[in-house]
């Protein structure tokens, strides 16, 4: 069964500084996906890694794919306070294509 | 992007009573449907995948009688709360993919989400 962690669950940070989220999952998958979710909001698609090695950025964030190590990363740079929500990772399994989903890391950025 | 839409976006009902929430993919035939559950502050649980045509597959642990799943065609599912009670108040996102190149599917496009609340 796949399992998916995100850490840290909670962070605040303050405007201006970067900080990187991590998903770590247990099982095989080459496709994983972050998506944004404001409170009261269904779910917004940041990004879709296809492969190993995959970089994707789009303006503040960026995240990355290693397969091998089952890792994904999401790095913030320079935040500001827009960026305030909460993120998921989901990998999909490599069977089913069904999304797992992470627990999910609250991001509060003060000014 | 696909769009998916959701219908009702909230819903109150009494406890005992069945409740029916559309997903519907506006701009794309979706081969795919799945329906999410999240309580609040928590992450989302897949509770079904639905096919067009074919009985839906459930969960671990979720009950099939009472979350009743249908695809009738590739651009909607429903998904009906039966007999609802307080603990299934929760906000229902579906989500609708197509199939791809060597039937691999594209990615799901999520829909707005439906809040319930059972009284």
């Known amino acids: 069964e796949l399992k998916v962690e995100q850490n840290p669950l909670f962070l605040s940070m303050q405007e201006g500084k970067n900080y990187t989220i991590y998903c770590n999952y247990s099982?095989?998958?080459?496709?994983l996906y972050w998506y944004r979710q404001d409170p009261g909001k269904s779910l917004e698609s940041l990004f879709v890694l296809l492969s190993n090695g995959a970089v994707k950025q789009e303006g503040r964030l960026m995240a990355s794919l290693d397969t091998k190590a089952r890792l994904s990363t999401l790095h913030i740079t320079a935040a500001v306070h827009d960026l305030s929500a909460t993120y998921f990772c989901a990998p999909d399994t490599d069977s089913s294509y069904k999304l797992i989903f992470g627990s999910g890391t609250r991001l509060l950025v003060r000014p | 992007g696909a769009v998916v839409s959701q219908h009702p976006s909230w819903v109150i009902c009494k406890s005992g009573t069945s409740v029916k929430i559309e997903c519907r993919s506006l701009d794309f035939q979706a081969t795919t449907m799945f329906w999410y559950r999240q309580f609040p502050k928590q992450s989302l649980m897949l509770m079904a995948t639905?096919?067009?045509?074919?009985?839906?597959?459930?969960e671990q642990g979720v009950e099939k009688d009472k979350f009743l799943i249908n695809h009738a065609s590739l651009t909607l599912s429903t998904l009906t709360v039966t007999s609802a009670h307080p603990e299934d108040s929760s906000f229902y996102i579906c989500?609708?993919?197509?199939?791809?190149?060597?039937?691999?599917?594209?990615?799901?496009?999520f829909g707005p989400g439906t809040r319930l609340t059972v009284t």
């Open positions: 099982t095989t998958s080459d496709r």
């Open positions: 639905s096919n067009e045509g074919s009985k839906a597959t459930y």
């Open positions: 989500s609708a993919s197509a199939l791809g190149l060597a039937g691999v599917p594209y990615e799901q496009y």
